[in-house]
């Protein structure tokens, strides 16, 4: 990773590899379906059904280039428990590293929707006081996402410090 | 042991009354008058119920007059239900109105409400954050007016009252809310405040805006020009080809955009004034519906001061801020940012006024600006020039745009969270952009385009910054909580033992000491927080097992402790004669010198006083006794706290103080040592003097404290030196290495040398100080840069 967004020294700490596939599997069906609508729709509507034909082409280009990015996506995904607080980076055209000094945790959520619940995954997202912080973590096992909900839980009530 | 006294009885049936007839029932409060509303609320509510519905159905039938012709028979049967309406309104006003009862005096606020459902609300008064009064039109024709109570992220209105009780009422709550005592019978002889602007006599205004500069700088402000301009192109262009009509689709919202921010900017900032009153600064504004809102000052998050282009010519600058809480709690009069306004249109000198109010001690150009690099220019091509970020040790400031240009300042200890941001094409100029996010509110300060090594530092150094802020944001309200503590409750609690004011002996930055009678005295702490009775838990064994031992010295003892009136206090010994240090102030040399050497005596017998625990081991405090198996491991123990909250102070501070760390390690490996009493904080102030054959000698040391360990004596000996530089008389200095020189004739040259060791320890240790006591701090980066 590179130098801006990885504090050196620490352990960067990855998601699971689950969560790579729950991608995968998403990138891949979520385009076609999501254009067999308009598709089938272009071809009862004008006969032609050569043009749904290509924007199911299209669906699968989607598809693919997306399937290609999932590993760098997944890869660029990372946190760190530092001393006062916590890092999180992601992103691989538009980059971000956030931190968010532990005192200033309002609250710890964690969310596992049905998808992720079959994979075996949960998010973890952490709340200031300030509406654009938008800490997210996906992606971790349950496990793991409990320890850091407890371990954050517990570390924001040592540091807590009043607005 | 503890056996804390029991306050005297206190209960408000008189024993003389029931002293026949049966037992009283023990009633919870004796019966309190609750009051209701003004009795013309019900007809306030149903008029602004008709205003709202006109409104409402008036834009339905402008907006759909493109289309359709409005028929007579439209109004006719509109105009019934409008009827019905409002008087269903007025009854459930009226019923809202019957059941409504507050009661406001000098023990609680508390409001009742709810005909079917009952809800009654009691607000603590130190939860009160701000107290405002709005006085929509209807209402202030009546003379009404709605008092508005905020408190944590909950608003709760109490309408309607008549304004002079209103503002009364509002006075007195802001009073209780700063956590002063007050009697509502107080507040009800002041004079009324001016109808037109709310300002009552004690009120000084800062910034009244005037109605020229208003008008005029709204007509000037980017926000009116742009749908204006855009309003008149559209009008032109269609007209040009005949075809108006067709354009009212877009112009009607456009027009409905700009009533609405006349409304906002002009009508509801009417009069704006800036006042500052007794109980903080207040903001009267508003032509029609008059708003009273008073400025939580500690809820202020962050500034943003901007400047339309065309205002620069004339100086103008308009000043908005973050106030926790409170932005979204105005929505139903569509303000959702009106209360966030500080100042609407002002010069720089008003702005700087109103900024050191919000900020104290803040000033806009001592801060240095670093422009972004000019490679900007690629990605901000419309304002790459005016981007620039800077920071001093409170807060920082960013600052971009020329159409609107807009600074935000945001105090390191707001802070939420930083995030640094990237996207493709600013990758490829090595360009990153770093934001500071403070809660919800106008203020959003992001430094844009910044050199990629740049944006890092910036990011990492605020997190450091914030964190020292939010330390020293922490000592500075431990410190006001205790200003603020209830008197009465301490002067009963004085009387009590005996004692008074009068009879202070001593005090500290944790208690005060009050003379009881001879051989006690009451130790009064001041915070509420659960370390002093940890500690006074602690010590009290420890003198206790010190009892049998004589020394040759007074030692202090603990006879007991206890929690009255809130307050945590000891009963302590009370040693014989004087303070060493108030002495020291005044007696001449040739007194000094052998009165220092019978001290250097007191802080060596301390070592032969036994310790609970065999080895290194701090005594006292957190899971304490804490045992270690070397020095150099309790001593880095004991530097580990007090680093915490000055690591990034000291690292500003003092260049290289990595370096000066490692050598203090280096050096303590080397001390071997068999382990003894330590104080810790042998000082004057700690040491008390009695007159002995040739003259005052030390004859008893106190304050035996989470400083207590059983580590290496020479400690004691090195601190019992260096501490005496901090006295403050003139030759301080000269005595220190005077009778430094005694100590080394005594113990040999070599303690010189760990002397200047625990100089440096001593230096760490108390170099969290920075937030609190400047002069201690200084005195640490001294022993630091030796």
Not at chain 2, 166 to 193: E, F, P
Not at chain 2, 394 to 422: C, M, N, Y
Not at chain 2, 564 to 570: A, E
Request: proline letters at 6%; aromatic letters at 8%.
């Amino acid at each position: 990773m590179e130098e801006l967004f990885a504090p050196p020294s620490y352990e960067w700490k990855r998601l699971s590899p689950k969560y790579r596939s729950m991608r995968q599997l998403t990138s891949l069906v979520v385009p076609p379906i999501l254009l067999t609508i308009p598709a089938v729709i272009v071809g009862v509507a004008s006969g032609h059904w050569w043009i749904s034909g290509l924007i199911w082409a299209a669906a699968i280009v989607i598809a693919i280039v997306r399937f290609g990015f999932v590993g760098r996506s997944w890869r660029s995904w990372g946190y760190v428990e530092r001393e006062d607080d916590l890092y999180i980076t992601h992103g691989v055209m538009f980059r971000s590293l956030i931190a968010v000094p532990y005192g200033r945790m309002q609250l710890v959520e964690v969310e596992s929707g049905p998808l992720e619940r079959a994979f075996g995954l949960a998010t973890v997202t952490l709340k200031t006081a300030s509406p654009e912080t938008g800490a997210r973590i996906p992606g971790l096992s349950p496990e793991e996402a409990t320890r850091l909900r407890d371990r954050l839980t517990e570390l924001g009530e040592a540091h807590a410090s009043g607005l | 042991m503890t056996a804390s006294q029991q306050p005297p009885h206190t209960s408000a049936a008189d024993p003389a009354v029931t002293t026949e007839g049966p037992p009283p029932v023990p009633t919870a409060r004796p019966f309190k008058q609750t009051e209701r509303p003004h009795p013309l609320t019900p007809f306030v509510r149903g008029w602004l119920v008709f205003v709202a519905l006109a409104i409402g159905w008036g834009r339905e039938i402008v907006t759909n007059a493109g289309d359709d012709q409005i028929t007579a028979g439209g109004l006719t049967w509109i105009l019934p239900i409008l009827g019905i309406v409002v008087v269903l309104a007025a009854i459930t006003g009226f019923v809202a109105w019957y059941f409504t009862r507050f009661v406001i005096d000098d023990e609680e606020l508390r409001i009742e409400t709810g005909a079917i459902f009952k809800k009654s609300t009691k607000i603590p008064f130190e939860r009160l954050q701000s107290v405002d009064i709005i006085q929509p039109l209807a209402a202030r024709i009546f003379g009404l007016a709605e008092l508005r109570l905020d408190a944590g992220n909950s608003s709760t209105k109490l309408r309607y009252l008549s304004r002079s009780k209103a503002s009364r009422l509002r006075d007195y709550l802001l009073t209780r809310a700063h956590g002063q005592q007050a009697s509502i019978r107080d507040l009800d002889q002041q004079a009324a405040a001016s109808v037109f602007t709310d300002l009552g006599i004690t009120d000084q205004p800062l910034v009244k805006v005037s109605q020229q500069r208003l008008i005029l700088s709204f007509l000037l402000s980017s926000e009116w020009l742009i749908p204006a301009t855009i309003t008149i192109i559209i009008v032109v262009t269609t007209a040009a080809f005949g075809v108006v009509p067709l354009a009212l689709g877009g112009l009607i919202p456009l027009l409905i955009g700009m009533v609405s921010l006349i409304w906002r900017r002009v009508i509801g900032m009417f009069n704006f004034t800036l006042a500052e009153s007794p109980r903080g600064l207040r903001i009267t504004r508003g032509l029609t519906n008059l708003t009273s809102q008073s400025v939580p000052i500690n809820r202020i998050q962050g500034v943003k001061v901007s400047q339309p282009l065309l205002w620069k010519f004339l100086g103008w600058h308009r000043v908005d801020v973050d106030i926790l809480g409170y932005a979204h709690g105005d929505s139903e009069n569509n303000e959702s940012n009106a209360s966030s306004v500080l100042l609407p249109v002002a010069t720089l000198e008003e702005v700087e006024l109103a900024i050191g109010r919000v900020l104290p001690g803040f000033d806009l150009d001592a801060i240095e600006l670093h422009p972004s690099p000019r490679r900007a220019r690629w990605v901000r091509w419309f304002d790459f020039w005016t981007l620039r970020y800077g920071w001093d040790d409170r807060t920082l400031i960013t600052e971009h745009g020329w159409f609107t240009h807009v600074r935000d300042i945001v105090p390191h200890a707001k802070t939420q969270s930083v995030r640094i941001e990237q996207g493709p094409l600013q990758r490829l100029l090595r360009l990153a952009d770093v934001g500071v996010h403070t809660p919800r509110g106008p203020v959003n300060a992001v430094a844009h385009q910044l050199d990629e090594q740049t944006a890092r530092e910036l990011a990492l150094s605020q997190l450091d910054r914030a964190r020292a802020a939010r330390a020293a944001e922490r000592q500075r309200r431990a410190i006001e909580q205790v200003r603020t503590v209830d008197h009465q409750g301490e002067a009963e609690l004085l009387a009590a033992f005996g004692t008074g004011r009068d009879q202070l002996l001593g005090s500290g930055g944790e208690s005060e000491v009050f003379a009881i009678d001879h051989d006690r005295v009451l130790r009064l702490y001041r915070s509420r927080h659960e370390a002093p009775r940890r500690t006074a838990a602690q010590l009290q064994p420890l003198y206790q097992s010190w009892a049998g031992c004589d020394i040759g010295l007074e030692l202090p003892m603990i006879f007991e402790s206890g929690e009255r009136n809130g307050r945590f206090f000891t009963v302590d010994r009370r040693l014989s004669g004087r303070n060493f240090s108030g002495w020291l102030q005044h007696a001449d040399m040739a007194q000094r010198r052998p009165a220092l050497i019978s001290f250097l005596d007191a802080t060596e017998r301390l070592q032969q006083l036994p310790s609970p625990v065999p080895g290194f081991a701090r005594l006292i405090g957190d899971d304490a006794p804490q045992q270690f198996g070397t020095l150099v491991e309790l001593l880095s123990s004991m530097l580990r706290g007090p680093l915490q909250s000055s690591r990034t102070q000291l690292e500003r501070d003092i260049a290289g103080v990595a370096e000066v760390w490692n050598r203090l390690h280096g050096d303590l490996a080397q001390r071997s040592v068999v382990p003894a009493m330590v104080h810790g904080d042998v000082c004057p102030p700690n040491a008390y003097l009695s007159q002995g054959p040739e003259g005052p000698v030390v004859t008893g040391i106190a304050d035996f404290s989470p400083h207590t360990v059983h580590a290496d004596p020479l400690l004691d000996v090195a601190g019992a030196l260096i501490f005496l530089e901090l006295e403050p008389y003139a030759d301080a200095a000269a005595d220190a290495a005077w009778l430094e020189a005694v100590a080394v004739e005594r113990h040999g040259h070599e303690i010189v040398r760990w002397i200047d060791v625990y100089r440096r320890f001593y230096g760490f240790y108390f170099s969290n100080a920075y937030a609190f006591d400047s002069r201690l701090y200084a005195w640490c980066l001294r022993q630091l840069s030796r």
